[in-house]
Every structure is written in structure tokens, then in C-alpha cells.
């Protein structure tokens, strides 16, 4: 058995003895596919500071380099990201872990020589997120580890991980300002769930009519008006799975006043005998640094649908709450 095999052979029997740790991988905040999760802290040392890296520090080996993401932005429910990457030479394989979540760290091989990037061995991960990976900024540590077991410095990959609750990137970047107001509906079951909100104007805003906006006298949608929200998703629309079961009505200014109505409507149960879900409304309010705002919570009401309720969109559905703008 050449090295590589005894690292990773190694790495697989830790981590499949009994079930508990198999159960923790499950748990974790980050899932690789196609590799083995280890308990503990990530081997390396720290990656390298911005003043040693503009003073021309070179990063111990073995190391890791060039990692790549499309983007940084992780939606909330998003079913996976692929992160790309190298190592430097003699490198086994490359774990990953987050620095503040989760209690070990991913291991895969390393991949084939690139002769393009001075004979690195390249690397490529897919990675989901879990629920225990909570709302915010965070970053992803990566280590290169050669067949003794010895790793050089880490590098760090800054990334934002949506709530699912939208709100425009401000949980990660205080200067960005969240909607003014959201009203969101969330559920359990895989149903088709549509939230219906009636504006103070008599418009039912769903999925299917996803604006607030108002004809015009030309029999237009007046998309100038102030204060227009819009449903962000369709979600589960004819049972398909699409890993949501949200769907929110996102205002980015202050909505129009008056009273909105707020109902939960079964549009196909999907074979399912009922559905529990919730509905919650946010709104901005002062952040903790100044001239900044974040997204709280105004209210929130529960309830559930049975099967029978199901009306393939032919009525508004359950009244859940009403709110009030001034």
C-alpha cells in the first residue's frame, strides 16, 4: 500500500468506529462528499498574517494554494458549492474545517499534478452547509497534509452564509442596509405552500402575482410606486423538491400604509396528510454600530394544514396574522 493509502486508510478507520462519529459528520456545519470526516482540530499551523504576507513570507510546507470559490455569498438552502484549490508538493491530501463551527475536519486525497501551476497537486471539494452552520461571516480553514501526517500553514477563505431569512447580505456586511420589511412563511413538510398577503389596496400578492404593485390607468403594474414588495420564490411549486419550503414577501423600502392580511395557503398537499409551518414578520431596526440596521423579528404565529385543505389555489387559504403600517 503506497503512503497515500496509509494517511487515508488510517483516516477511515478512526472515523468509522461505532456509530457516534458518522452521526457528528452528519451534524457538522460543513459536508464534503467523497470524504472522511476526523475529529479535532485541523493539523497546521495558522495561516499567515497580511503583514507577513506582504513582507514576502513564504508558507511552510506542505501547503495549500490558490483556493477558489465562484462566489462567497452562500444562500440559505443552497444544495452545494465546489471549492477548488492546490498543493504543494508531496501533499496527501487536504482537510478542511470551519474555524469557529464543527468539531473536526474533512479529509480528501489530493488530485493530479497540474504542470500548468508549477506541478501542483490540484484539489476539489463539493461542499454543503448544515443547519448548525449558523447565519453570518465565517471562514473555511484549509490544510495540506503529507503521508507522515505533517502539515505547514493554513489558508483562510472568508465566507457569508445567508439566514433564510432574507436580508440582503447585512448580517455579514453591516454598511449593506436589509430589507425595511419581511414577512415570511416557513414549513416542514414537503407540500406545495404558498404564502398570500393582501395588500391595504385589496391586491393578493403569492408566488404566481409576486408584486405588490398596482395597475396603473393604462392597466399596468405602476412599478415606480414607493414602498413595493415582491415574493422572493416559488418554492415547491408543483411538488418539486428545491430544498427550500420558504417562501417570503421582501419590501426593500417602507410598504405602503395600511393593514396587509397574511394567510397560508395549501396549494397541493403532495401526498403528504398535513403540513405544521410557521410565519414570522421582520422588520429593520437599529444595528449595534452606528448608521447601521439589521433585520428583528415583529412577530411570529404557527399553525397547521391538513391534506383536506388543499385547494389547487382556488381560495386565499388560512388567515394567520395582520400587521399595520403607519
Same mark, same amino acid.
Given at each position: ?25 452528519l ?8 470524504a472522511? #470526516?476526523? +475529529?479535532? /482540530?485541523? *493539523? !497546521?499551523?495558522?495561516? &499567515?498574517?497580511? @503583514?507577513?504576507?506582504? $513582507? ?72 454543503? #452547509?448544515? +443547519?448548525? /452552520?449558523? *447565519? !453570518?461571516?465565517?471562514? &473555511?480553514?484549509? @490544510?495540506?497534509?503529507? $503521508?507522515?501526517g ?29 430589507p ?44 415606480? /410606486? ?26 426593500r ?34 444595528g ?12 411570529h ?26
Amino acid at each position: 500500500m503506497n503512503a497515500r493509502g496509509l494517511l487515508l486508510g488510517g483516516a477511515l478507520a478512526m472515523s468509522g468506529c461505532g456509530s457516534e462519529p458518522l452521526t457528528t459528520a452528519l451534524e457538522e456545519p460543513i459536508r464534503v462528499s467523497d470524504a472522511q #470526516f476526523r +475529529e479535532g /482540530a485541523l *493539523p !497546521g499551523l495558522p495561516p &499567515l498574517t497580511a @503583514a507577513e504576507v506582504n $513582507a514576502g513570507v513564504v508558507p511552510k510546507a506542505p501547503s495549500v494554494s490558490g483556493v477558489s470559490l465562484l462566489s462567497a455569498l452562500i444562500p440559505a438552502h443552497e444544495p452545494a458549492r465546489t471549492i477548488t484549490g492546490f498543493a504543494s508538493e508531496g501533499s496527501q491530501a487536504v482537510g478542511v474545517r470551519f474555524a469557529d463551527l464543527g468539531t473536526g475536519y474533512w479529509l480528501l486525497p489530493t488530485r493530479e499534478v497540474d504542470t500548468v501551476n508549477d506541478d501542483a497537486l490540484a484539489w476539489r471539494i463539493r461542499a454543503a #452547509f448544515g +443547519e448548525s /452552520a449558523r *447565519p !453570518g461571516k465565517h471562514q &473555511l480553514l484549509f @490544510a495540506a497534509i503529507d $503521508a507522515a501526517g505533517r502539515s505547514g500553514n493554513q489558508v483562510g477563505l472568508t465566507l457569508c452564509l445567508e439566514p433564510e431569512i432574507p436580508d440582503n447580505g447585512s448580517g455579514c456586511d453591516p454598511t449593506r442596509a436589509p430589507p425595511a420589511l419581511v414577512v415570511s412563511l416557513g414549513w416542514d413538510a414537503p407540500v406545495d405552500l404558498d404564502l398570500r398577503v393582501v395588500t391595504p389596496s385589496h391586491k393578493v400578492v403569492d408566488s404566481k402575482h409576486p408584486t405588490t404593485a398596482d395597475e396603473d390607468e393604462d392597466g399596468k403594474l405602476d412599478r415606480s /410606486a414607493p414602498g413595493l414588495g415582491s415574493i422572493d420564490y416559488d418554492s415547491f411549486a408543483g411538488c418539486v423538491p428545491d430544498g427550500r419550503r420558504r417562501e417570503s414577501l421582501v419590501f426593500r423600502d417602507t410598504p405602503a400604509p395600511g393593514t396587509y392580511l397574511v394567510y397560508a395557503n395549501l396549494f397541493d398537499a403532495c401526498d403528504q396528510p398535513g403540513v405544521a409551518f410557521d410565519v414570522s414578520v421582520h422588520r429593520a431596526v437599529a444595528g449595534e454600530e452606528p448608521d447601521t440596521l439589521r433585520l428583528e423579528q415583529a412577530s411570529h404565529q404557527a399553525g397547521q394544514l391538513q391534506a383536506g385543505h388543499a385547494n389547487g389555489g382556488g381560495g386565499l387559504g388560512l388567515f394567520v396574522t395582520s400587521f399595520t403600517i403607519r
